[in-house]
């Protein structure tokens, strides 16, 4: 069974500074692997995926993530948080029969202006 | 172009008793799954609709149904409600093919008292 682990569950971040999200996940097959944005009143969003080829993928609003197989991780990042960026950000994987995704618990970022 | 809708946003009910909730895919989509998430937790897969037949479910008892219908609406539909299903529940939709992303909807929140 597939099982995605996120472990920040809250992070406090001033505006311009750097952010970094953790995720990892268990499972031994190939998969695609998401990350999801949850805006304070609005439903969940796609920021980025990564299905095959380059490991490092680019999202919206500057996010970008890097797949590194060997750890079973696929970080989240931003040079620069905004305070539009305070939202929940969910990492999820998905099998290749592509027909469930797995979520993490999720991380609720706050950026302080 | 509407995205995915559902309906009703939000619901109140009591113990014991049963509930249906709706969801529109997104035009062109045909693949309907749903979620549940809790409070503070990232969403869980309850199951998959294609082609009017389940194909895939999580780990939900028997009391979370569902139904596919000709036009790729679904309804979710939860017997004997208990507290422990108030929740979010989220419909996402997607076409078939293994490198298609999930849509999501706004989500109906539901609350049993």
């Known amino acids: 069974a597939q099982s995605v682990s996120q472990h920040n569950h809250h992070v406090i971040l001033s505006e311009a500074a750097s952010l970094e999200l953790g995720c990892n996940y268990s499972?031994?097959?190939?998969?695609?692997l998401f990350w999801y944005v949850q805006y304070p009143g609005q439903h969940l969003q796609l920021l980025l995926k990564y299905f095959s080829g380059d490991p490092l993928v680019k999202g919206i609003k500057g996010f970008e993530a890097e797949f590194i197989k060997s750890k079973f991780s696929f970080n989240l990042r931003k040079p620069s948080v905004q305070w539009s960026d305070t939202a929940e950000y969910f990492c999820?994987?998905?099998?290749?029969?592509?027909?469930?995704?797995?979520f993490g618990g999720g991380t609720r970022l706050m950026v302080k202006p | 172009d509407a995205g995915v809708t559902q309906s009703p946003t939000h619901l109140i009910k009591t113990r014991g008793q049963q509930v249906t909730l709706r969801c529109s895919p997104k035009?062109?989509?045909?693949?309907v799954s749903w979620y549940q998430q809790a409070l503070g937790q990232g969403p869980q897969f309850i199951f998959q609709y294609y082609e009017e037949e389940e194909r895939q479910r999580g780990n939900f008892p028997d009391r979370f149904s569902g139904h596919q219908f000709p036009n790729y609406s679904s309804e979710l539909n939860v017997n004997a409600l208990l507290l422990g299903d108030s929740a979010l529940y989220l419909c996402?939709?997607?076409?078939?093919?293994?490198?298609?992303?999930?849509?999501f909807g706004p989500g109906t929140r539901l609350l049993v008292l």
């Open positions: 499972y031994g097959g190939t998969v695609n």
């Open positions: 035009s062109g989509h045909d693949t």
């Open positions: 999820a994987v998905r099998d290749n029969a592509g027909n469930m995704l797995t």
């Open positions: 996402a939709s997607r076409t078939t093919g293994e490198r298609e992303t999930q849509y």
